[in-house]
């Protein structure tokens, strides 16, 4: 079975900049990847997600302006640039891919994806 490892977690200031890096451990099909959070005490909730082959994206509002996804189909990658971090963004973000094509609604919905990964934690410090 696939696995999705995450990296590029850590702890930054108010302002600064992280990249996350999801790799998948081999080659499978799937119809998208996404990032979500979770913060302590609260839901997982939805991020950032892509199409794995036409590569449309979809965030959630309040990150729009700030995080971007990308994929990188050779390395069986996808990234998550994050800028102007607040305090409010700290939480443990987990990758996922979905095997389903999905409805656009869909790719805010942990439940429409099947394989997760173990999650890297970013801390925002103000």
């Known amino acids: 079975q696939v696995a999705l490892v995450e990296s590029g977690g850590g702890l930054v200031q108010a302002g600064g900049s992280l990249r996350l890096a999801c790799e998948a451990s081999?080659?499978?099909?799937?119809?998208?990847m996404g990032w979500f959070r979770q913060a302590p005490g609260k839901e997982r909730e939805f991020v950032a997600a892509t199409r794995w082959t036409v590569g449309t994206a979809f965030y959630r509002d309040s990150v729009k302006d700030r995080f971007a996804i990308s994929k990188d189909n050779g390395k069986n990658s996808i990234y998550l640039q994050m800028n102007k971090l607040k305090p409010e963004h700290t939480a443990m973000y987990y990758c996922?891919?979905?095997?389903?094509?999905?409805?656009?609604?869909?790719?805010?919905?942990?439940?429409?994806?099947?394989?997760w990964g173990q999650g890297t934690q970013v801390t925002v410090s103000s």
């Open positions: 996922a891919a979905s095997v389903r094509e999905l409805a656009p609604i869909a790719y805010r919905a942990p439940a429409s994806y099947s394989t």
């Open positions: 081999s080659p499978f099909t799937r119809s998208a």
